[in-house]
């Protein structure tokens, strides 16, 4: 464990931490490469600033809980990045590789000023709370596994009006899916209602992909699970 306060700053080459708590608690300052890999599962407590790469390697799961971080380009190549910070985590973009997993947590967001692209074998996972969108992003690229959670809590108030949660809103068209969906075992009590994820290519209102309750013939990506 390391005990030190201070800020660190990442200004050419790539810092490479095992530990979650290796950079201490305070401020870090990436403007070229850090890279998490964490050989035990871990939290990071930095908050984050700069707008050099982050990197999320190797098999564990590591979770960011600084409010107010920022990044450049965010790449989750292995194991689980997890966003559990109050608000918004703002990156210039996101891409999960196959096999890799990027959490959100509720209450988490992400605002990118690119692409959130998640790449075939890829999961995201999201546990639904307050805020929509959870993800904002220029224009995003669908496919593996979607999970989603904490809908249950608010099925009753859903059922009455239909209600659909955005998950995602990008500025421009969503021309892709994921290749599933999962609500794990929330679902409904009636035959003629769904839980399912869709794709809405608004006129300018933006393009979305929301999950919630449809009719089940008008369904378009029900549970997959």
Known sequence: NNGYTGGTSINAGQLIIQNGSAL???RVTNNSFLELALTADGTVVNQLAGTGNLIKSGSSVATLNA???TAGAVT???GTLSF???GNFQAAALTTLGGATTDLRAGAAITLNGAFTQNSGATLNLSLG???P???ADSANLAGALNIDGFGSN?????AALIRHVIIQSAQVINSDFDSISFGSQGTDWDFLILD???DNGIGVGHTYSVGLELAWNATNPDQA
């Open 134 to 136: 959870i993800i904002r």
């Open 130 to 132: 307050d805020l929509t």
């Open 24 to 26: 201490g608690s305070g």
């Open 67 to 69: 409010a107010g971080s």
């Open 84 to 86: 559990a910070q109050s």
């Open 155 to 159: 099925m009753a108030r859903a059922s």
């Open 76 to 78: 989750v190549g292995g």
């Open 197 to 199: 994820g869709r794709v």
